[in-house]
């Protein structure tokens, strides 16, 4: 059923592989690196393992012709190894009915401000686009094996965020690389976070797409913990950031009870040193921040 290098995840996890029948656990094959992520030394055994095989991948960026970028920023700060990702590319077209899916997050935050992943050109490429096969974002999926430049282009634009689209399409028809008249489809142009937040919600109501979908060591306490100070750090690297002292001083004197198990967690919950003081108003403000109190 698989064949695998290593594994990772919740005691849950771990748990539930423990107890496993043996004639479970026999359908997993756990082995070396060089096993799982390439064909070389048992060609033909290794191609018959691997029959319509689909080598799931993740990147940081992808142009809009169909590079991608996963290890180094352009400016050379290098972000990782490239680690098996060039293996699973090659090895999906290797094979005659492999398949690769490369999954890269539409937008990110940095500095206070939401950038693209979809881009035009960028400066360092893990995967070359003569490599391209299948694109996914949270807004889509692009096939773009075997297709032109400009298919390419159009298929990469929908399953781009809406705030970046004209950009990108404007800079497509500025190097000719695709029809000055067309435009993206109006099913594409409403890739937003809250077009998707509305469509799972109904979902969610279900208990589908939890956060941690195979489980999770984190309690509620700490979950909500991690989350406030996520809110605080994206605030505190954009404008929001001016507003700080003014917060500081409409926060509470006294600590509301709904707050207490979670200063507890952090050891906070009687503030004593300097230090301690400091840290302990400045997780307040992350919870003020999040809508905690």
Do not use: W
């Not at 698989?2 to 919740?10: N, R």
């Not at 094979?95 to 992943?117: A, F, H, Y």
């Not at 096939?143 to 399953?159: F, H, S």
Request: one cysteine or more.
């Amino acid at each position: 059923m698989l064949t695998g290098a290593f594994f990772i995840g919740p005691k849950d996890f771990y748990d539930t592989l423990n107890q496993m029948p043996e004639e479970e656990q026999n359908q997993f094959e756990m082995t070396g690196v060089e096993v799982a992520n390439q064909l070389y030394g048992n060609e033909t055994l290794r191609a018959l393992q691997r029959k319509e095989g689909r080598f799931c991948n993740t990147g940081m960026k992808a142009t809009v012709l169909g590079h991608v970028s996963s290890d180094m920023l352009e400016d050379g700060t290098v972000i990782s190894g490239v680690g098996g990702q060039y293996n699973f590319v090659s090895m999906a077209h290797a094979l005659p009915d492999g398949r690769l899916v490369m999954m890269i997050k539409g937008t990110r935050q940095e500095k206070g401000k939401i950038l693209s992943n979809i881009v035009y050109n960028y400066g360092n490429v893990t995967i070359p686009r003569h490599l391209k096969d299948i694109i996914v974002t949270e807004y889509g999926i692009a096939d773009l094996r075997g297709k032109c430049d400009q298919d390419v282009i159009k298929a990469m634009l929908n399953i781009t965020d809406a705030r970046f689209q004209g950009e990108l399409l404007a800079e497509a028809k500025k190097n000719n690389k695709i029809p000055q008249g067309y435009e993206i489809p109006e099913q594409f142009r409403h890739n937003t976070p809250e077009r998707l937040v509305e469509t799972l919600k109904a979902f969610k109501a279900m208990g589908l797409f939890p956060d941690f979908p195979f489980g999770s060591m984190f309690t509620d306490v700490e979950l909500m913990i991690a989350y406030a100070l996520k809110v605080l750090k994206a605030k505190a690297a954009g404008p929001d950031s001016a507003n700080f002292p003014e917060i500081m001083k409409q926060l509470p004197a006294e600590m509301p009870d709904n707050l207490q198990p979670f200063m507890a967690r952090m050891g906070l919950a009687a503030p004593a040193t300097p230090k301690e003081i400091q840290t302990h108003r400045m997780l307040l403000m992350a919870f003020r921040l999040a809508g905690f109190c």
